[in-house]
């Protein structure tokens, strides 16, 4: 696996990248003892990786209703809905770790409706997958139900928005055939 290409557009040399990106990559190698191919793969665009980590982080570090594992199950579900390889296998890690659960990842991505998560979760992912194929069908009685569900009009926003950002996300990486890294696939198990 690892001698295969991680994206269809070539990938930069980390030495090559300006100071802010080659900085933030390093970091987040630092942290987790390898790069995610979604950071080399976007630094080919430095200003579109300079506006998507700060999405990214906007959304993602956001204090809020939802945990950060509720965050990731979002991520997966929809990426899973989407077809993204590389989502559902990176944030399933991701998530595997934030809920210190290691099935929770692929029950989520397979069928959230079957998956050990609580109603308010099951909830909020039918929401983000309504989000994810007919977001102009989205009423009022949607609010109420997940206001139903204990979610404020800030969740809601949140899970939106957090669906929406990575229906870009996924959209990117099958459209450069970014491969997950070997490293995610034992993260969390």
């Not at 991520?75 to 990176?90: F, L």
């Not at 099935?103 to 994810?132: C, G, P, W």
């Not at 870009?168 to 993260?187: G, H, I, Q, V």
Request: charged share 30%; hydrophobic share 40%.
């Amino acid at each position: 696996m690892q001698d295969k290409k991680i994206s269809r557009y070539p990938i930069p040399k980390l030495n090559s990248l300006p100071e802010d990106i080659k900085n933030h990559i390093v970091s987040v190698e630092e942290k987790l003892g390898f790069i995610p191919n979604v950071f080399l793969t976007l630094a080919y665009r430095p200003d579109e990786f300079r506006a998507f980590m700060a999405y990214h982080d906007a959304l993602m570090e956001r204090q809020g209703g939802l945990t950060k594992a509720e965050k990731e199950m979002i991520i997966v579900a929809t990426s899973n809905r989407n077809g993204c390889q590389y989502c559902v296998i990176a944030h399933g890690a991701i998530l595997r770790v934030r809920a210190k659960d290691p099935l929770i990842a692929d029950q989520v991505a397979i069928n959230y409706k079957k998956a050990d998560i609580s109603e308010r979760q099951k909830a909020m992912l039918k929401f983000a997958l309504k989000v994810t194929d007919d977001s102009k069908s989205i009423s009022d009685e949607d609010f109420e139900y997940l206001s139903d569900n204990g979610f404020s009009e800030d969740d809601i926003w949140d899970i939106a928005g957090i669906t929406a950002f990575f229906g870009l996300s996924n959209r990117m990486a099958n459209f450069t055939s970014m491969r997950p890294n070997p490293e995610f696939y034992k993260m969390g198990r």
